[in-house]
């Protein structure tokens, strides 16, 4: 089965600050992996994927992330961020063989002005 | 346009009753989902379509009943509602099976049992 883990759960930070958030998930197999973003109040939106090729993936807004397949990490990243970035960030994994997505915990961001 | 829709968007009732939330996707998606989200942002499968075959049922209690007419709309309905079914429950819906699993989201409907 697979699993996905979010270290952390709540992030706080002040305008500018760099962000990373972790992710490590838990399957054998080839696996896509997502970055989805829920803003306060409001539905889960796509903020990047990795499905194969380039392990450093740049999404909307500035994020980016990783993949390094020998750590099974996924870490989002942002060199600076903005207020309006405080969200709630969740990772997720897919597999052909499971055909579903499986979120992690989620990690609330807060931005401080 | 809206690509997945949901309604109600808010819904209030009390133990015991039946209630259904209805999930349309205008995107040609064969695929289909509801979500379920707790008090702590905590976000889980619940069931899937694909084509209106069901193909996942995540442990869910059989007083959640899922149906899908076409593989555009997805319902959910659920019998003799516990306060433990207060949460939001969101449709998405993914091309290809599922198989590549990018979801979009509908904008969620926001279950309080009383």
């Known amino acids: 089965a697979q699993s996905v883990s979010q270290h952390n759960h709540h992030v706080i930070l002040s305008e500018a600050a760099s962000l990373e958030l972790g992710c490590n998930y838990s399957?054998?197999?080839?696996?896509?992996l997502f970055w989805y973003v829920q803003y306060p109040g409001q539905h889960l939106q796509l903020l990047l994927k990795?499905?194969?090729?380039?392990?450093l993936v740049k999404g909307i807004k500035g994020f980016e992330a990783e993949f390094i397949k020998s750590k099974f990490s996924f870490n989002l990243r942002k060199p600076s961020v903005q207020w309006s970035d405080t969200a709630e960030y969740f990772c997720?994994?897919?597999?052909?063989?499971?055909?579903?997505?499986?979120f992690g915990d989620g990690t609330t961001l807060t931005v401080k002005p | 346009d809206t690509a997945v829709s949901q309604t109600p968007k808010y819904l209030v009732t009390q133990m015991g009753n039946d209630k259904s939330i209805k999930c349309e996707q205008n995107?040609?998606?064969?695929?289909m989902y509801w979500y379920k989200q707790d008090s702590k942002k905590f976000l889980k499968i619940m069931f899937s379509?694909?084509?209106?075959?069901?193909?996942i049922n995540e442990t869910v209690p059989n007083r959640f009943s899922p149906k899908s007419p076409d593989k555009a709309h997805l319902n959910l309905h659920i019998n003799s509602l516990e306060l433990g079914d207060s949460a939001v429950y969101f449709c998405?819906?993914?091309?290809?099976?599922?198989?590549?699993?990018?979801?979009?989201f509908g904008e969620g409907s926001r279950l309080t049992v009383l």
């Open positions: 998405a819906s993914s091309a290809s099976g599922g198989h590549t699993g990018e979801l979009f």
């Open positions: 399957y054998g197999g080839t696996v896509n």
């Open positions: 990795y499905f194969s090729g380039d392990p």
């Open positions: 997720a994994v897919s597999s052909t063989n499971a055909g579903k997505s499986t």
């Open positions: 995107l040609g998606h064969d695929t």
């Open positions: 379509y694909n084509n209106k075959e069901l193909i």
